[in-house]
């Protein structure tokens, strides 16, 4: 039996602020079936494709990835937030509404010989995932696969990824932003 992923996502408007309406996956991953099946999904559809990682976008794609690496039986790499790895790291910069944030990996963590399948909760305007894409290509590793849970067609993240040469794949697709 088949479950309604996206009915178990919950909708919480004018968070974290007036206008956006945001897509909350506690309420999916509190539901263990949900929760299994959520990852589960995202791994058949990248089984035996030759990856030697998955990388998790921090926060909510530590939750998913991790699940993901495990079930396909690879390594599981954290994209974290500028200053947080305690190791050398590379970074890259991305804009925001209103200034620029980093995303960082540990510097050698990833060669020529590897293939990564990037995971996150939501693909949005795509800034985030598509920094991620550089930041893991500039380590000479192949990165040509994103599995989000949630996409937001509207705002094109995903058309921007696929212009980059990355197949996305998606669970669901929420109307507006
Ligand atoms: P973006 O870089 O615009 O694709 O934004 C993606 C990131 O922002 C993801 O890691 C999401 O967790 C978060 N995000 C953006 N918009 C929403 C939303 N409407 N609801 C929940 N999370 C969001």
Known sequence: MSLDLQSLV??????????ILFRDITTLIEHPEGFRESVERIAAAHRDMGFTHVAGIEARGFIFG???AIALGVGFIPVR????LP???IGQNYALEYGVDTIEIHADV???GHKVLIVDDL???GGTAIAAVSLI???GAVCENAAFVI???????ADKLRAENVAVSTLMAFDGH
């Open 10 to 19: 919950r909708t919480i408007p004018d968070y974290p602020k007036p206008g």
């Open 66 to 68: 991790a699940g993901v």
């Open 81 to 84: 937030k500028r200053g947080k």
């Open 87 to 89: 190791g050398n790291t």
């Open 110 to 112: 990833l060669n020529e």
């Open 123 to 125: 693909i949005a305007t």
């Open 137 to 139: 290509r500039r380590t």
């Open 151 to 157: 996409d937001l067609p509207v705002l094109g993240g």
